[in-house]
Nanobody, 125 residues
Framework: EVQLVESGGGLVQAGGSLRLSCAASGFTFADYTIGWFRQAPGKEREGVSC????????YFADSVKGRFSISRDNAKNTVYLQMNNMKPEDTAVYYC??????????????????WGKGTLVTVSS
């Protein structure tokens, strides 16, 4: 059974930091591009950041560049999203998703193969 389990969400003040983790199982993690997506109330789900396995290529949405970083540990089947200097507009449910692609070809919600259930991140002003 494929599972993607997010953790690390919570409440943080503006300017603070959180680290999200995504633990994967049930598929060959090292063959997949992994991404973080978020959905705020009343808004569409958007790509935040993705990381390939093949060459470690990364993508960041313009809104998080310079503040967020992404990394993966293939030995632990886990991807991390480090979020620094957080802003109230970062408030959303954050989802982890997997794309059956060794290289980074897409970081859009449509087309991802597997999804986690999400973790809520709230940034207070």
């Amino acid at each position: 059974e494929v599972q993607l389990v997010e953790s690390g969400g919570g409440l943080v003040q503006a300017g603070g930091s959180l680290r999200l983790s995504c633990a994967a199982s049930g598929f060959t993690f090292a063959d997949y591009t992994i991404g973080w997506f978020r959905q705020a109330p009343g808004k569409e789900r958007e790509g935040v950041s993705c990381i390939s396995s093949g060459d470690g290529s990364t993508y960041f949405a313009d809104s998080v560049k310079g503040r967020f970083s992404i990394s993966r540990d293939n030995a632990k089947n886990t991807v991390y999203l480090q979020m620094n200097n957080m802003k109230p507009e970062d408030t959303a449910v954050y989802y982890c998703a997997a794309l059956d692609s060794y290289y980074l070809t897409s970081c859009y919600p449509n087309g991802m193969d597997y999804w986690g259930k999400g973790t809520l991140v709230t940034v207070s002003s």
